[in-house]
T-cell receptor
Framework: ETGVTQTPRHLVMGMTNKKSLKCEQH?????MYWYKQSAKKPLELMFV???????ENNSVPSRFSPECPNSSHLFLHLHTLQPEDSALYLC??????????????FGSGTRLTVV | AQSVTQLGSHVSVSEGALVLLRCNYS??????LFWYVQYPNQGLQLLLK??????LVKGINGFEAEFKKSETSFHLTKPSAHMSDAAEYFC???????????????FGEGTQLTVNP
């Protein structure tokens, strides 16, 4: 049990579908992150939330829409995706956005396949 | 801004042999250093971290790493490899954030470890 739970674990969606990825943490952390991990590419930080406020958006296409309704939950809403969006999407949390020594706790990821 | 370089995207060792995964960092202020492991289709799991104090850090699964400031390195070692150690390993660095800036965890590109029987 990592303390960060992602659902679903696997998702296959068509390019015209709308789906959402969910992330939940029970660690009392104040910051949450979305990462994209594609084969043979470095980890890509997509979004950062601190105390439910989006503080970083790293040039992510608008077909990805994050939502953080409270400090324990993070969503990634997906619509009209492209095949190149197929990847492992990782959620992470940290104790505090400004604290460097803690590191991040990761969920197990959602393997997304766009067909 | 800080950065991490992992030397060798693939490392192959025999079961029972020494594991050495190399990581060098760049930071203008004292860094915090981390090693994470990722098994296929899983998230990243923290192996160990250096924050302050003792420079030799012990982690889970028999791994350890030594912070060498003069060499700006944080290499990961394990005396005897096991088949279950086969995975991808990520080195990461962060620094303390300021009042208006966050603390970014910057990852290396990863090293895939293969353990041969």
């Amino acid at each position: 049990e990592t303390g960060v739970t992602q659902t679903p674990r696997h998702l296959v969606m068509g390019m015209t579908n709308k789906k959402s990825l969910k992330c939940e943490q029970h660690l009392g952390h104040n910051a949450m992150y979305w990462y994209k991990q594609s084969a043979k590419k470095p980890l890509e930080l997509m979004f950062v939330y601190s105390l439910e406020e989006r503080v970083e958006n790293n040039s992510v296409p608008s077909r990805f829409s994050p939502e953080c309704p409270n400090s324990s939950h993070l969503f990634l809403h997906l619509h009209t995706l492209q095949p190149e969006d197929s990847a492992l999407y990782l959620c992470a949390s940290s104790q505090d956005y400004h604290t460097g020594w803690y590191g991040y706790t990761f969920g197990s990821g959602t393997r997304l396949t766009v067909v | 801004a800080q950065s991490v370089t992992q030397l060798g995207s693939h490392v192959s060792v025999s079961e029972g042999a020494l594991v050495l995964l190399r990581c060098n960092y760049s930071s203008s202020v004292p860094p915090y250093l981390f090693w994470y492991v990722q098994y296929p289709n899983q998230g990243l799991q923290l192996l160990l971290k250096y924050t302050t104090g003792a420079t030799l850090v012990k982690g889970i699964n028999g791994f350890e790493a030594e912070f060498k400031k003069s060499e700006t390195s944080f290499h990961l070692t394990k005396p005897s490899a096991h088949m279950s150690d086969a995975a991808e390993y990520f080195c990461a660095v962060s620094v303390e954030g300021g009042e208006t800036s966050g603390s970014r965890l910057t990852f290396g590109e990863g090293t895939q470890l293969t353990v041969n029987p």
